[in-house]
């Protein structure tokens, strides 16, 4: 066994200082960020700061396992919870401790106490257990048990877990509890919320306790279908899909009627709907998600009231998301919209969500902009073959630049020359290409900056708007060795390089056509013995750096084509 803690198999590749300590680790860690929170001495109980604040009202006390979070912590504030009680990762709370904080708040001078449970076994019992023994010693305590999930088509006798759907009981309790509402009042509010919604889970991805294995195993191509928030298993695996098929397999399944766990969803219905990433998910990918729900549901006519979109209640890190859609009145939309504290909870904005916000009209060109009027004759065709030429010449590197670029970079140099070389070949086909220089030059920088990506399209797009300056008012061979020196100039005063850096600029020398193409090759050849100064390889060990730059080679090889195609 290794001897360096990190790669030690007990910790089962998490960065924690122990297992057993991970739960009261990461509760430290929030309340010592978040002075809004305090803990509970000799328990797993987090509390707000301020408990003097909730004489009078009723406190809100929820928690579970760890492992979900920012829930429940997070979700610590005026507004929301009093506070909530932490079990181990995936573990249910002690008795002992949920005991400890409803006798907290009740001495706090509470109206009344409301735990909100998740529908799992362990929570049920433990958060049950603690009432009966409150109530005992003469508290006023409630208890709500949320159940969410629409995956399962027949009703078991456990009933439906409880998932991300909770986050916003919390938030329509505490709203309620923060105007002075009852305890009979919001238990009767917040019990009818939670059956007007529903959530559905899909996975990519399993997650792993702490100093554990993977809870189950997905191949590559597969997703898995209506899990739950501990990796417990979903109703259906298939195929990896889109994200506009997935969410539209899973808005399909939660209100399919026949489905005993649906959620009744009719047009015109107007919801809160919840975009949750399970943990492991990018937020690229939920960005994707949330805006094919939104699409989605606009078609089937149901109005987005509001919606949110991040990590709510997560599984460890499993890449996966979770969709949660509550039914709303003007009244439930007035309390989620209620101000909070709790530092889970996001700044929402107040209006509902849709795909058909009006864009901004894009600004016009400037009057001083270049007209790229197309031309034909003799120059057109000339410029046309020597185009053709440089875009075959980077099609067929595309590889060998790939590889080069493996070594310094992040491997796609030739992806981003093809790209390039295809929307030119494009270009001229849809029309012919101005036989100015200046207006070729500055037409094709525009194209490349659009089309080509990544900082070398930004450097052409900079070597080609520099260069057709000097070139618009004479294209004689002293006119083009000026162009030559600005688009140089440029790509160094913006770019950061010099020659001898090790970057594509290395490629790029003034001179006569052959010089300047003999010295480019003899230069892109040379980056190979150079210490990279600027650009990506900068970061990489020269030791490392075994093969010449992929940009100047592009660079070179662009310049030979251009003289090849001038020669024919």
């Given at each position: 066994?290794?001897?360096?803690?990190?790669?030690?198999?007990?910790?089962?590749?998490?960065?924690?200082?122990?297992?057993?300590?991970?739960?009261?680790?990461?509760?430290?860690?929030?309340?010592?960020?978040?002075?809004?929170?305090?803990?509970?001495?000799?328990?797993?109980?987090?509390?707000?700061?301020?408990?003097?604040?909730?004489?009078?009202?009723?406190?809100?006390?929820?928690?579970?396992?760890?492992?979900?979070?920012?829930?429940?912590?997070?979700?610590?504030?005026?507004?929301?919870?009093?506070?909530?009680?932490?079990?181990?990762?995936?573990?249910?709370?002690?008795?002992?401790?949920?005991?400890?904080?409803?006798?907290?708040?009740?001495?706090?001078?509470?109206?009344?106490?409301?735990?909100?449970?998740?529908?799992?076994?362990?929570?049920?019992?433990?958060?049950?257990?603690?009432?009966?023994?409150?109530?005992?010693?003469?508290?006023?305590?409630?208890?709500?048990?949320?159940?969410?999930?629409?995956?399962?088509?027949?009703?078991?006798?456990?009933?439906?877990?409880?998932?991300?759907?909770?986050?916003?009981?919390?938030?329509?309790?505490?709203?309620?509890?923060?105007?002075?509402?009852?305890?009979?009042?919001?238990?009767?509010?917040?019990?009818?919320?939670?059956?007007?919604?529903?959530?559905?889970?899909?996975?990519?991805?399993?997650?792993?306790?702490?100093?554990?294995?993977?809870?189950?195993?997905?191949?590559?191509?597969?997703?898995?279908?209506?899990?739950?928030?501990?990796?417990?298993?979903?109703?259906?695996?298939?195929?990896?899909?889109?994200?506009?098929?997935?969410?539209?397999?899973?808005?399909?399944?939660?209100?399919?009627?026949?489905?005993?766990?649906?959620?009744?969803?009719?047009?015109?219905a107007s919801v809160v709907l919840v975009v949750n990433n399970l943990?492991?998910?990018?937020?690229?990918?939920?960005?994707?998600?949330?805006?094919?729900?939104?699409?989605?549901?606009?078609?089937?006519?149901?109005?987005?009231?509001?919606?949110?979109?991040?990590?709510?209640?997560?599984?460890?890190?499993?890449?996966?998301?979770?969709?949660?859609?509550?039914?709303?009145?003007?009244?439930?939309?007035?309390?989620?919209?209620?101000?909070?504290?709790?530092?889970?909870?996001?700044?929402?904005?107040?209006?509902?969500?849709?795909?058909?916000?009006?864009?901004?009209?894009?600004?016009?060109?400037?009057?001083?902009?270049?007209?790229?009027?197309?031309?034909?004759?003799?120059?057109?065709?000339?410029?046309?073959?020597?185009?053709?030429?440089?875009?075959?010449?980077?099609?067929?590197?595309?590889?060998?630049?790939?590889?080069?670029?493996?070594?310094?970079?992040?491997?796609?140099?030739?992806?981003?020359?093809?790209?390039?070389?295809?929307?030119?070949?494009?270009?001229?086909?849809?029309?012919?290409?101005?036989?100015?220089?200046?207006?070729?030059?500055?037409?094709?920088?525009?194209?490349?900056?659009?089309?080509?990506?990544?900082?070398?399209?930004?450097?052409?797009?900079?070597?080609?708007?520099?260069?057709?300056?000097?070139?618009?008012?004479?294209?004689?061979?002293?006119?083009?060795?000026?162009?030559?020196?600005?688009?140089?100039?440029?790509?160094?005063?913006?770019?950061?390089?010099?020659?001898?850096?090790?970057?594509?600029?290395?490629?790029?020398?003034?001179?006569?056509?052959?010089?300047?193409?003999?010295?480019?090759?003899?230069?892109?050849?040379?980056?190979?013995?150079?210490?990279?100064?600027?650009?990506?390889?900068?970061?990489?060990?020269?030791?490392?750096?075994?093969?010449?730059?992929?940009?100047?080679?592009?660079?070179a090889a662009v310049l030979r084509a251009v003289l090849e195609g001038?020669?024919?």
């Open positions: 066994m290794s001897s360096t803690p990190g790669c030690d198999p007990f910790f089962g590749g998490k960065l924690v200082n122990s297992v057993a300590g991970c739960a009261d680790d990461a509760l430290a860690g929030l309340v010592a960020c978040n002075p809004g929170v305090q803990l509970l001495q000799g328990h797993r109980v987090a509390l707000r700061a301020d408990l003097v604040a909730i004489r009078g009202r009723v406190a809100l006390l929820s928690g579970g396992g760890s492992g979900h979070e920012p829930a429940h912590a997070g979700y610590i504030g005026k507004g929301m919870l009093t506070g909530v009680v932490a079990g181990a990762v995936f573990t249910s709370p002690a008795v002992g401790s949920i005991l400890a904080a409803i006798r907290a708040v009740t001495q706090a001078g509470a109206a009344g106490t409301l735990l909100i449970v998740k529908n799992y076994t362990g929570d049920r019992l433990n958060f049950g257990l603690a009432l009966e023994r409150a109530r005992a010693e003469g508290a006023d305590v409630r208890m709500v048990v949320v159940g969410d999930d629409s995956a399962f088509t027949t009703l078991k006798k456990a009933g439906r877990r409880g998932l991300c759907g909770t986050v916003l009981i919390h938030k329509v309790a505490g709203a309620l509890a923060e105007a002075g509402a009852s305890l009979n009042e919001i238990v009767e509010k917040v019990s009818a919320a939670a059956k007007a919604m529903g959530t559905l889970g899909l996975s990519l991805s399993p997650c792993s306790v702490p100093g554990s294995k993977p809870t189950f195993q997905l191949a590559d191509d597969e997703m898995e279908l209506g899990l739950g928030i501990h990796g417990e298993a979903g109703v259906r695996r298939m195929k990896m899909l889109t994200a506009d098929e997935a969410v539209e397999m899973m808005l399909t399944h939660m209100t399919d009627p026949s489905n005993a766990s649906h959620l009744p969803l009719s047009p015109g943990g492991g998910l990018s937020c690229l990918e939920l960005g994707i998600v949330a805006g094919a729900a939104v699409r989605c549901l606009e078609r089937r006519g149901v109005s987005i009231a509001r919606a949110l979109v991040g990590s709510f209640m997560t599984a460890l890190e499993m890449a996966g998301v979770s969709l949660t859609l509550l039914l709303v009145d003007k009244e439930l939309v007035g309390l989620i919209d209620a101000k909070t504290t709790a530092m889970a909870w996001p700044n929402l904005a107040t209006a509902p969500a849709t795909s058909r916000r009006q864009e901004l009209p894009a600004p016009k060109e400037g009057a001083g902009t270049t007209q790229h009027e197309p031309s034909s004759g003799p120059g057109a065709a000339r410029v046309q073959k020597v185009l053709e030429l440089v875009c075959s010449t980077l099609l067929n590197m595309q590889d060998r630049l790939n590889e080069l670029d493996r070594q310094a970079g992040d491997g796609d140099c030739g992806h981003t020359h093809a790209r390039a070389a295809r929307a030119i070949q494009e270009w001229v086909r849809a029309r012919p290409p101005p036989a100015a220089p200046a207006q070729l030059l500055s037409a094709l920088a525009d194209l490349l900056l659009e089309k080509m990506g990544g900082s070398s399209g930004v450097l052409y797009g900079l070597f080609l708007t520099a260069a057709a300056r000097p070139l618009l008012r004479s294209s004689d061979l002293p006119a083009w060795a000026d162009a030559m020196d600005a688009g140089i100039e440029a790509m160094q005063r913006y770019g950061g390089a010099a020659p001898g850096d090790r970057t594509m600029v290395s490629a790029g020398v003034p001179g006569d056509v052959l010089g300047a193409v003999c010295s480019a090759e003899a230069a892109a050849e040379a980056t190979k013995h150079m210490e990279a100064g600027a650009g990506r390889a900068s970061y990489i060990s020269s030791a490392r750096l075994l093969q010449p730059d992929p940009g100047a080679v592009a660079a001038l020669r024919s």
